[in-house]
């Protein structure tokens, strides 16, 4: 592994603009992988019959900081020992009130995470093989942050799915949790994994209602948190797709959370994929009679048009970021 590394002087100061907000919107970009024809999709949801049954997975995967590879400073570790495993984690033990790491993965496209204070969390490497690049920022004042410490690191992944199978900071989840264990019973009552995907769907669209007070004040760089959207049966486009996100991943299912625009509107849906039939993506949702376009908010809120107005026809998503 190369690793290549700097430090910018302290002083440098630079207005920082977050990379997410909280609205809804949205399609994302093809990602190289067979569609599944959704009357088949369909059809295969509904084989709860055939007498089959899912094999449940019961361990959960779980970031580490292995430390066996740390780059950083006094005030921040950078743990890239798991980064073929498609995640690294940072912690800062400065003193700001807030540290940001941005990652800017081989497409150039630049995300940013807010780095645990005491503690590590960890960040997806959803950008596929190849160099990314990262800088650690301290807040200063306002909107001003000061580079204390940049690098770059190469990735090699196991396989193309493997990102997509760990938590992170936006779809974070332990096996004790609420939705880890939801997952666990409905796996129980699958026939396979496109039945589970379908139940999941289900439950998610049928107990957890749009909230559309927050959404109108949501914070900048809102994080979801799955159990207490279980818990309050609300939230907004980015709870719909990280619990159903969280809740696909404990159980072995690669899941993308999938952040864009639908015009100037932000939002967020997730791909899915199923072995032999590729990404389950172009934004689905179920209409309770068919798979037409896997975007959960509009499926619960099919008769909303206060939330459809944003998505339209589902012909205007850009995908932007998937975590």
């Not at 590394?5 to 630079?14: D, E, G, P, S, T």
């Not at 950083?72 to 570790?77: F, I, L, S």
């Not at 409905?186 to 379908?198: C, I, T, W």
Request: aromatic letters at 12%; glycine letters at 8%.
């Amino acid at each position: 592994m190369h690793i290549k590394y700097y430090r910018r002087i302290a002083c440098f100061l630079m207005p920082f603009a977050l990379a997410l907000l909280p609205a809804c919107g949205v399609k994302p970009a093809n990602a190289g992988e067979s569609r599944v024809d959704s009357s088949a999709v369909e059809e295969e949801s509904k084989n709860t019959d055939s007498g089959k049954k899912r094999e449940t997975v019961l361990s959960v995967r779980i970031p580490q900081a292995m430390g066996q590879s740390v780059i950083g400073t006094d005030t921040v570790a950078v743990d890239i020992s798991n980064v073929s495993d498609g995640y690294v984690m940072a912690s800062y033990t400065g003193t700001a009130s807030d540290c940001k790491m941005q990652i800017t993965v081989p497409d150039g496209t630049l995300y940013t995470f807010t780095v645990p204070q005491n503690e590590y969390g960890a960040f997806p490497l959803s950008g596929g093989n190849g160099n990314y690049g990262f800088e650690l920022l301290e807040h200063v004042q306002g909107k001003s942050y000061a580079v204390i410490h940049s690098g770059d690191f190469d990735v090699s992944l196991k396989d193309e799915y493997t990102p997509f199978l760990y938590p992170n900071q936006y779809v974070w989840y332990t096996a004790d949790m609420k939705a880890v264990k939801l997952a666990e019973e409905l796996s129980g009552e699958s026939a396979d994994d496109l039945d589970f995907v379908g139940r999941v769907y289900e439950y998610v669209t049928r107990h957890i209602v749009y909230d559309e007070v927050f959404a109108a004040s949501a914070p900048v760089n809102y994080i979801p948190d799955v159990d207490q959207v279980l818990e309050s049966g609300k939230g907004i486009c980015m709870d719909y797709a990280a619990l159903m996100t969280a809740m696909l991943r404990s159980q072995g299912i690669p899941a993308k959370m999938d952040i864009g625009y639908s015009g100037d509107a932000y939002h967020a849906w997730l791909s899915v994929y199923i072995k032999e039939k590729g990404w389950v993506d172009d934004v689905i949702y179920f209409d309770g009679s068919s798979w037409s376009l896997m975007d959960p908010t509009i499926g619960a809120s099919n008769t909303s048009s206060a939330v459809k107005k944003y998505v339209g026809d589902g012909t205007n998503y850009i995908l932007k970021y998937c975590y």
